[in-house]
């Protein structure tokens, strides 16, 4: 065990990005963009416009949400919603609607791997996060690997999602380890809550026949994609928020497993929590990131991580507790150097 989670005692959050799915097999999203290519390729419901995108593209450097992103900017220039209408080059052919189809194809065919390699992927290297003493893991991937990985080894884990009444507050488990997937999730299906004139959303969890059944074509419930657009004010994002704040606030220790740092609204959310009191600590799990050297850490990811960085590390502040390690190793053998 970490001698940071020992000192903790519990009061942990695990916070997992999109590297914690990768020893399952699941692809991130440079991968989720080759696999785009090769179906949009060979189907899309705007051809065309696929063409003109894939010319305007750099392929080897852009990830699938960032080709997302690209074009929802270019859709508000062709509906006249961005003051570089007229300055843009674009095909007659091209329209805001043949662009928003090739988004609604990007979208399906990346959920849809994600549902794909999800179905029999090896989930044994999350049982030490499932089975630890923590406060709550928090997701922002779509995937079901943690309540997979929970299920095999009789672990109890639990999103809240069924029980959510489409309201401001998000209701965190007492009686199981809270998963809050702040992202969304692949097995999330919208429900009407109650009775009245104006209906209340709510979530139902499908079982995995159901989600089968669907085979990723369009029914996910309030999936967050895309660079910069996942903070709304609508769905299920400001409860979900509001109940990774309350997590926040009972740990002394986050553990951030293949996390890029590029979620504003997740980075603000640790940068309060750790500018509130001194005692907090940070572990970021990370291969690809150099364990003593805090100086590039600070100019990666967001704006708001470097700030964050800059005022956690000790050695640039005189008599201040080391607050914050990288750990140079995959997600694959972490969790049980971590929590056993």
Same mark, same amino acid.
């Given at each position: ?21 990768v020893?399952a ?12 290519f ?29 080709l ?18 007229g ?25 849809a ?15 030490? =996060? @499932?089975? *630890?003493?923590?406060? !709550? ?5 779509? #995937? ?5 990985? +929970? /299920? ?14 489409g ?85 002394? =220790? @986050?553990? *951030?497993?293949?996390? !890029? ?5 997740? #980075? ?5 929590? +750790? /500018? ?48 914050i ?16």
């Amino acid at each position: 065990m970490h001698d940071w989670v020992a000192d903790a005692a519990g009061k942990i959050t695990v916070l997992l990005g999109a590297g914690a799915s990768v020893p399952a097999g699941l692809p991130m999203s440079r991968g989720l963009t080759d696999i785009v290519f090769a179906a949009l390729d060979e189907r899309s419901r705007a051809p065309r416009t696929w063409e003109f995108v894939k010319e305007h593209v750099d392929r080897d450097n852009t990830d699938v949400e960032q080709l997302w992103r690209s074009l929802e900017d270019l859709r508000h220039v062709l509906v006249r919603q961005s003051p570089w209408t007229g300055l843009v080059d674009v095909p007659a052919t091209v329209t805001a609607k043949s662009v928003a189809e090739v988004q609604f194809d990007i979208f399906d065919v990346a959920v849809a791997s994600l549902r794909n390699c999800s179905v029999d992927a090896p989930t044994g290297y999350l049982e030490p =996060l @499932v089975t *630890a003493d923590i406060v !709550g893991i928090v997701t922002l991937n779509f #995937d079901t690997l943690v309540e997979t990985a +929970a /299920a095999a080894c009789g672990a109890v884990v639990a999103t809240g999602a069924d029980d959510w009444e489409g309201g401001f507050t998000w209701p965190i488990p007492r009686d199981a380890t809270p998963l809050l997937k702040l992202h969304g999730s692949l097995d999330w299906h919208s429900v009407v809550r109650g009775r009245g004139p104006i209906p209340r959303s709510g979530l139902e969890t499908m079982s995995r026949e159901a989600e089968l059944r669907f085979n990723g074509s369009g029914i996910y419930s309030d999936l967050r994609f895309g660079l910069e657009n996942k903070l709304t004010q609508d769905g299920t994002m400001p409860a979900l928020l509001s109940a990774f704040s309350e997590l926040l606030d009972d740990s002394d =220790l @986050v553990v *951030a497993v293949g996390y !890029g740092f590029r979620d504003v609204h997740v #980075d603000v959310a640790l940068d309060r929590w +750790a /500018a509130s009191n001194d005692a907090r600590r940070l572990l970021v799990v990370d291969p690809t990131r150099k364990p003593d050297d805090l100086e590039a850490l600070e100019k990666s990811g967001s704006a708001w991580f470097g700030h964050m960085i800059a005022g956690l590390r000790h050695d640039v502040w005189q008599g201040r507790t080391e607050r914050i390690r990288v750990i140079d190793e995959s997600a694959g053998t972490a969790f049980a150097s971590l929590f056993r």
